[in-house]
């Protein structure tokens, strides 16, 4: 029988919102955040946020596969965004006449797995609302958010 409850937060996500307590006792991955082969859509949501979260210590290279699943996921919602945008909601079937478009289910979806893997790496509004970061004096983040 699994482990019951909501999965547990990463340490390096609790120390970003100052959550953590305790001593840390969760193994430390080795390597270096390799991107994986990607579709174009996909490897340019990779680019975009994959340095900041390998910053704060929230991307590891043991999280890659999770985080490119997380990518692939926004490529999706886009095209099928996309789809919905050109031929609407509703589309005439040859044999069941008035329809709902299937790219609503394909969107559907997409956005399931974005907020089900984005809240693993903190990229959900309210994980998001929950992070406790730094300010340098510059008005950005501070570069090292999980000394503090």
């Known amino acids: 029988m699994g482990s019951r409850g909501p999965a547990r937060e990463p340490r390096a996500l609790k120390e970003v919102k100052g959550t ?6 969760e193994p430390k991955p080795s390597g270096m955040v390799v991107q994986p082969e990607l579709r174009e859509p996909a490897a340019a949501v990779w680019a975009r946020l994959a340095p900041d979260l390998e910053a704060k210590g929230v991307l590891t290279a043991w999280d890659v596969d999770a985080f490119a699943v997380y990518c692939e996921a926004v490529a999706s919602a886009d095209e099928a965004l996309e ?3 050109d031929e609407g909601r509703v589309i005439e079937h040859p044999k069941q006449g008035t329809c709902r478009n299937p790219w609503w289910q394909i969107w559907r979806e997409a956005i399931d797995v974005m907020v089900r ?3 693993r790496f903190g990229l959900t509004p309210s994980d998001r609302g929950a992070l406790k970061v730094g300010d340098d004096g510059g008005g950005e983040q501070g ?6």
């Open 83 to 85: 789809h919905l945008e």
């Open 117 to 119: 893997y984005g809240s």
């Open 143 to 148: 570069a090292d958010l999980l000394s503090g």
């Open 20 to 25: 953590a307590r305790g001593k840390n006792t």
